[in-house]
């Protein structure tokens, strides 16, 4: 049974995860960055290839963010309908949850276009 209270912790983890999408992408571009620093000033070619593994493993986390965000977003929206059909559809709980759902769907549109 959907709660008030389940509805808060999904939002919760919806939001966190979001900030954590946001903040492996600004490190994707930090270490690009650096990587790329490395190479012009001709760095130690083991310091160049551990910068790179860096960047890499810092780029293999965000598909595995935006996987855990999307069922996230499933959990969430699931609840929401749940409390739908027990007419319980009401609250800023609630009107925060939509907005948040709204939010990550609006990311999802524009990182794949």
């Known amino acids: 049974m959907a709660t008030i209270r389940n509805l808060k912790i ?6 966190r995860i979001v900030k954590e999408l946001h903040s492996y992408e600004k490190e994707v571009e930090r270490e690009a960055a650096k990587t790329a620093s490395m190479k012009e000033k001709g760095a130690d070619p083991y ?5 790179e593994n860096v960047l890499g493993e810092s780029r293999m986390m965000i598909p ?3 996987k ?9 929206k699931a609840i929401l309908a749940e ?8 609250g800023p709980e609630v009107v925060e949850a939509e907005s948040t ?3 990550i769907e609006k990311l999802f549109q524009t990182t794949e276009s």
Do not use: I
């Not at 310091?47 to 910068?51: E, G």
């Not at 855990?68 to 969430?76: P, V, Y």
């Open 101 to 103: 759902v709204a939010d």
């Open 64 to 66: 595995d963010c935006r």
């Open 83 to 90: 409390l739908e059909e027990l007419k319980q559809k009401e």
């Open 47 to 51: 310091d160049l290839k551990q910068q």
């Open 10 to 15: 999904k939002t919760a983890a919806c939001k």
């Open 68 to 76: 855990r965000l999307e069922s996230s977003l499933a959990d969430l």
